[in-house]
């Protein structure tokens, strides 16, 4: 039976209740029990100040901002001039704030393809992005929503995009070439100041995917890890693109999209004045925009500064080392390559992978799983610091029933 809107409403608090209830059903994440997906600051203060924020510019609609709320203005404003600083941007380099990484990486498409066209003049051209196949799906989405080719090359021995296989994959109808800092399957980072020189000398617009990894990079390069430099200082990068709400810790959605110069940035913006209302023109694929993320995001960052994001980096980093070392002290597990940051992805030598993550479900784990190689992967966050010894000691467990169930038993497949 199909559900219908109820004829009279419920109690707010019966509601609560019930959602409560509902989640109980739900992977605890709090426990640290899912690898990916959500994203925790060091205390819950940190997650509050967000909440808060959010609640404070509930209603308000950054959609219309420039009409009627210049306060969500100035916020969205001072939190692009913070990055474009953070990421060594040029003067008259511009970005603008977005729903997420995926919406920031199709205007950043969208902004090269406009911006390439104009230049090359389109006839003839259809244009393809060139990338290593450890690239987000969302440059595929920007590329099926604008009838782009994609080019997805293999990654070198060390699973980071491949100089000579990108350039190779390169041709005449190229408009942009991808670098990921990092890459979400081995949380490596690719190797930007070669991609971007080839970028150059080429005339190649090169968009860093800094989605995942660019509100934690600046931090751990600062603590002395030997995070390799990924932004505007080098010459080739064109544009960039970093997730407030991944490492930045502020509630979602919202992420931002940065660009070299200004016209750059100006070839993002969709505008069409032919319609009865009169002039319509964002930065973005969605119309309205929640106030909420733009002043939670806003908050956040003021809240904790670059002292407080050297200290989550530090906790991060060091949780990162916890898990590689107890993970590799597990007969027949190896991580794969060597995970820049904090996310990362380890093979077993004993077991199917799928296996082992069938057994760490039956144990109320949620387990992603990677293909060529085979894998287990994590992106670590805070609620994994209370967990590590608990997960460590159930993947030592799970490997060794998987290692005991024979082969070709695996009901799971790899899914993000
Ligand atoms: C998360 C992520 C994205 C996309 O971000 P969404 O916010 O999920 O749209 C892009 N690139 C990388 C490397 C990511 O990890």
């Not at 890890?225 to 997730?243: H, I, K, N, Q």
């Not at 069409?272 to 106030?291: C, F, K, M």
């Amino acid at each position: 039976m199909r559900k219908s809107l109820p004829a009279t409403g419920r109690s707010a608090a019966e509601l609560l209740v019930e959602l409560k209830a509902r989640s109980a059903a739900d992977t605890d994440w709090r426990g640290g029990r899912l690898p990916a997906y959500i994203f925790r600051g060091g205390a819950d203060d940190v997650s509050d100040i967000g909440r808060q924020a959010y609640g404070f510019y509930f209603t308000e609609n950054a959609l219309g901002a420039r009409r009627a709320f210049p306060s969500l203005v100035q916020m969205e404003k001072e939190i692009i001039e913070i990055g474009l600083d953070l990421f060594h941007a040029p003067d008259g380099a511009a970005g603008h704030l977005s729903t997420g990484g995926t919406e920031s990486i199709i205007m950043a498409v969208k902004a090269c393809r406009d911006w390439t066209r104009r230049r090359r003049g389109d006839a003839g051209h259809r244009g393809n992005l060139v990338m290593a196949n450890t690239a987000h799906p969302a440059f595929s989405k920007a590329a099926r929503l604008m009838d782009l080719e994609v080019r997805r090359t293999d990654t070198a021995a060390d699973f980071r995009a491949d100089p000579q296989a990108i350039a190779a994959a390169t041709d005449d109808d190229t408009i942009m070439i991808v670098g990921s800092a990092p890459c979400f399957p081995r949380g490596v980072i690719d190797p930007i100041a070669e991609l971007g020189a080839l970028a150059e000398r080429r005339g190649i617009w090169f968009h860093v995917d800094a989605c995942v990894g660019g509100f934690l990079a600046p931090f751990a390069r600062e603590l002395g890890y030997p995070v390799p430099e990924f932004d505007f200082a080098l010459p080739g990068v064109t544009s960039l693109s970093a997730d407030l709400h991944k490492y930045g810790f502020t509630p979602k959605p919202a992420s931002t999209v940065f660009f070299r110069d200004a016209e750059r940035a100006a070839a993002a913006m969709f505008e069409i004045d032919e319609w009865p209302s009169g002039l319509y023109a964002v930065a973005t694929i969605v119309g309205t925009r929640p106030g909420g993320a733009v002043a939670g995001a806003w908050a956040t960052l003021h809240y904790l500064g670059a002292e407080g994001y050297r200290r989550e980096a530090r906790r991060l980093m060091t949780l990162r080392d916890r898990y590689i070392a107890g993970i590799e002290a597990l007969p027949g597990f190896r991580v794969i390559g060597k995970p820049d940051l904090t996310l990362l992805s380890f093979a077993c030598e004993r077991a199917d992978p799928r296996l082992v993550a069938q057994s760490l479900a039956r144990r109320g784990w949620v387990a992603n799983l990677t293909r060529d190689p085979p894998g287990l992967h994590l992106m670590l966050t805070i609620v994994h610091e209370n967990a590590c010894e608990d997960y460590l000691r159930d993947l030592a467990s799970a490997a060794a029933e998987a290692a005991a169930t024979p082969k070709g038993e695996a009901s799971v497949s790899v899914t993000y």
